[in-house]
């Protein structure tokens, strides 16, 4: 059958079952756009393609299928290199299209000229130009197959404007095809049984392990078969920023989120450990603190589908390359008929320190701005069952992470390994798109709202009815605790204004319902009223505590043992004893 690239491009789209595109139209890639007016394709038309491209990464988190971004070339590729860099780090598939000028103009400095494809080469899993024309269909094949397999991640395509008005005798490629085309891609996904034999016996053999489930635990669709193995053995379960919700809060085992503004509890098991299972986590900074002082008793077994990861920081003693819900389903069957192991000491050792540093804020004192972890807790009580949560970056991030209950997967959406600010409110509407039957709320503070904040205008017109609560201390709140601690409160650039912007006015201009809040006793019943509107997109603006801070903190460049507790409890914590 013949067709024109573009349309070859749309019925590619199609027949992967792609559901909604989000992007923004220009000159290179608008030969694209006139087919989407006869296909089933939802397009979702932002205001910004930074938001484009996060919309994109907030579908992929709570649907586990991949997000497709298309705009056109020059700033607007540019303007989606953050999103590609946070899908990136953070192993979310994403299948971005740019469009480039025509080949005959590529080298000459075009208008909208710019070399993506060298530009985004270090921040996606693969990218292609596409420079003849009858390939395209296969390279949207590949770029799917890519984006989803193995270690998740984006893809971007970067079409030339003559290549999709070229006219091609379209064909669908076969798997065969597929694989036969990409030689060298051939993820390991199966264990090698060597090593899941000598996993479980230090297994049988620990006396304080620890399960360090990271976000692979979520991208391998093993939420199950982690809970079986946490309760086959009684090993207690650290879950990582990325990997909350991959084992459920409200479990006896589940000791919450470790790393610099884990819980102490968390931190603490970690470094006493003797073993540490490490599932689909990656040794992150955050997580490790100075790497030389890290977990310095405990051998690791280390299972993650990106065979670059084992060894990277942490030389693992059972190294595993596979995708984590096989393996872990393969050592729970090496482990079916041994005993588990006694772990009765372990386990009344971490209730201990559960007991004595549960994470703690100072209450509200008449007169004072709001406690954001209040907020969050208000929040997170009034949330309709199943509610998803995404978060911008800073203090909002880690209160939201600490504070709420993530008791089942793909609830928990926000930026990981890049930390980007403006990361929450595109998202959150992608996240709505594909899960249209939740509540989504998002957390953003005064700062990381400001950057995209425009994308209210999207969901507005769009009838996508996200929830926004912005945790509004007037400052860079992160910025401004480490100034404090660590920099004799100088506070340097940090001041952003409560009143400027009015947030209220802002997102009543964007189409929302908003209120504000600086009343503790107005907390619940408002946000009451904002999970009651499902018409519209909900903004409240809530004034908070600047004073507020993070704790625990494990300051950066230090050791977990050195962690910072709230003042209130530091004069009981003492030293880990190595």
């Known amino acids: 059958m013949k067709m024109t690239g573009a349309q070859a491009l749309v019925r590619s789209l199609e027949l992967e079952h792609v559901e909604v595109?989000?992007?923004?139209?220009?000159?290179a890639i608008l030969p694209a756009y006139d087919p989407i007016l006869d296909s089933p394709i939802r397009h979702i038309l932002v205001r910004h393609e930074q938001g484009a491209g996060h919309m994109a990464e907030g579908y992929a988190h709570v649907t586990g299928r991949p997000g497709v971004a298309m705009v056109t070339s020059g700033p607007a590729a540019t303007n989606m290199v953050t999103p590609l860099c946070d899908a990136y780090m953070d192993s979310v598939p994403l299948v971005v299209i740019t469009g480039q000028v025509s080949r005959s103009f590529i080298g000459t400095d075009g208008f909208q000229e710019c070399d993506t494809v060298g530009i985004t080469r270090s921040v996606t899993k693969h990218n292609e130009l596409v420079m003849d024309p009858k390939e395209l269909p296969l390279i949207m094949?590949?770029?799917?197959?890519?984006?989803?397999?193995?270690?998740?991640?984006?893809?971007?395509?970067?079409?030339?404007?003559?290549?999709?008005?070229?006219?091609?005798?379209?064909?669908?490629?076969?798997?065969?095809?597929?694989?036969?085309?990409?030689?060298?891609?051939?993820?390991?996904?199966?264990?090698?049984?060597?090593?899941?034999?000598?996993?479980?016996?230090?297994?049988?053999?620990?006396?304080?392990?620890?399960i360090y489930a990271g976000g692979g635990i979520l991208k391998a669709r093993a939420a199950e078969a982690l809970r079986e193995l946490a309760e086959r053995t009684g090993i207690p379960v650290v879950t990582t920023l990325m990997g909350r919700g991959g084992f459920p809060d409200d479990h006896e085992l589940c000791l919450g989120m470790p790393g610099m503004h884990g819980n102490y509890t968390a931190i603490t098991a970690m470094q006493q450990s003797d073993l540490l299972i490490t599932l689909g986590a990656r040794f992150d900074d955050r997580v490790t603190g100075r790497v030389d002082s890290f977990a310095p008793l405990a051998k690791v077994i280390h299972v993650d589908i990106d065979p670059a990861e084992l060894g990277k920081i942490r030389q693992p003693d059972v190294p595993i390359v596979g995708d984590c819900r096989q393996v872990i389903t393969e050592i729970v069957k090496a482990l079916a008929d041994q005993p588990a192991p006694e772990l009765g000491e372990w386990r009344s050792t971490i209730s201990g320190w559960q007991e004595r540093y549960p994470l703690h804020y100072d209450s509200y004192v008449a007169g004072d701005a709001l406690k954001p972890q209040q907020v969050m807790e208000t929040l997170r009580d009034s949330a309709p069952e199943g509610t998803i949560l995404v978060s911008g970056v800073g203090q909002h991030q880690m209160w939201a992470s600490q504070y709420w209950h993530f008791n089942e997967p793909y609830t928990w959406v926000n930026s990981g390994g890049l930390g980007t600010m403006g990361f929450s409110v595109p998202a959150a509407v992608g996240a709505k798109v594909g899960r249209p039957d939740r509540t989504v709320w998002a957390v953003d503070g005064d700062g990381c709202f400001q950057m995209t904040a425009q994308e209210l205008v999207t969901a507005s017109s769009e009838r996508i009815p996200i929830k926004v609560a912005i945790l509004n201390n007037a400052y860079l709140g992160m910025v401004r605790?480490?100034?404090?601690?660590?920099?004799?409160?100088?506070?340097?650039?940090?001041?952003?204004?409560?009143?400027?912007?009015?947030?209220?006015?802002?997102?009543e201009a964007m189409g929302c319902v908003a209120f504000r809040v600086e009343d503790p006793d107005e907390v619940e019943p408002t946000i009451a009223k904002a999970n009651a509107i499902d018409d519209r997109p909900v903004v409240i603006d809530f004034r908070t505590d600047a004073r507020e801070k993070v704790f625990p903190m494990v300051p950066a460049g230090l050791s977990n043992d050195d962690v910072v507790v709230h003042p209130a409890q530091s004069s009981s914590v003492k030293k880990v004893v190595q």
């Open 21 to 27: 595109i989000f992007g923004l139209p220009g000159g």
């Open 141 to 210: 094949r590949q770029a799917f197959h890519l984006a989803t397999t193995g270690r998740p991640g984006p893809v971007l395509v970067d079409v030339p404007k003559d290549v999709l008005q070229a006219e091609i005798d379209f064909y669908w490629p076969s798997d065969e095809d597929v694989a036969t085309s990409l030689p060298g891609y051939k993820p390991t996904t199966k264990g090698h049984p060597r090593m899941i034999k000598e996993a479980a016996r230090l297994i049988r053999e620990a006396r304080r392990p620890v």
């Open 481 to 507: 605790q480490w100034q404090e601690m660590f920099y004799e409160e100088r506070y340097s650039e940090v001041y952003l204004s409560p009143d400027l912007p009015d947030y209220v006015k802002w997102a």
